[in-house]
């Protein structure tokens, strides 16, 4: 199966999932959107509320800022994969549970060995947290190893949530100064 059967299969799986409970209130699953052979992979922790209704990841006004990040570094959406860790909005738009990471999880290690994508970008603290562990990079602040590059099975970049840069200009300076390490790697 080439990448797209491969990721449609995956699709398919998610839209019947009932391994957790939040299948249950959310109206459409957000699977991922991108290039199916993408360099880079952005992993995000969860549906939003837009997200949710539309089905694509980070279409609200955190996915706005991240389409800012990815202009600052002259990439656009479709040059890269974009995806979560958790397929399905948990309600009021709250962290995901440990239990639902796992229920979930099979899915995200699937895209990600499907893409193969070079870099693995994390957006947040829970997809950093995941990240290193899936990795086998022992467990650290975000505060501390944000835009920093770690070379395990691949490389891995932990950025801050973009919603975190909403509120805070500060956070805002510091997102687009980590993203243009990834300029080193694009071309
Ligand atoms: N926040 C995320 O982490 N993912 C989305 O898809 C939207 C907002």
Redesign the pocket.
Same mark, same amino acid.
């Given at each position: 199966m080439n990448n797209e059967e491969q990721l449609k299969k995956i699709k398919e799986e998610v839209l019947s999932c009932t391994n957790c409970p939040l299948y249950k209130e959310r109206k459409l699953p957000?699977i991922g959107q991108g290039n199916h052979n993408a360099k880079i992979i952005f992993i /995000?922790?969860?549906?939003?509320a837009k997200?949710d209704a539309t089905g694509v990841?980070?279409?609200?006004r955190?996915?706005d800022f991240l389409n800012e990040l990815l202009e600052h570094i002259n990439l656009k959406r479709e040059d890269v994969y974009i995806a979560?860790i958790i397929k399905c909005r948990p309600p009021h738009n709250r962290d995901p549970k440990e239990i639902e990471i796992d229920k979930c999880k099979k899915f995200i290690e699937r895209q990600i060995e499907i893409i193969n994508p070079k870099i693995i970008c994390s957006? /947040?603290r829970h997809?950093m947290n995941f990240m290193m562990k899936s990795l086998g990079i022992d467990p650290q602040p975000i505060s501390k190893v944000h835009g920093k590059v770690f070379e395990k099975r691949r490389l891995f970049i932990p950025f801050y949530?973009p919603?975190v840069a909403i509120y805070n200009s500060n956070t805002k300076e510091i997102l687009k100064k980590d993203f243009e390490i990834l300029k080193d790697y694009v071309n």
């Open positions: 957000v /995000g922790e969860a549906p939003g997200e990841p980070f279409c609200g955190s996915g979560n957006l /947040g997809s949530h919603a």
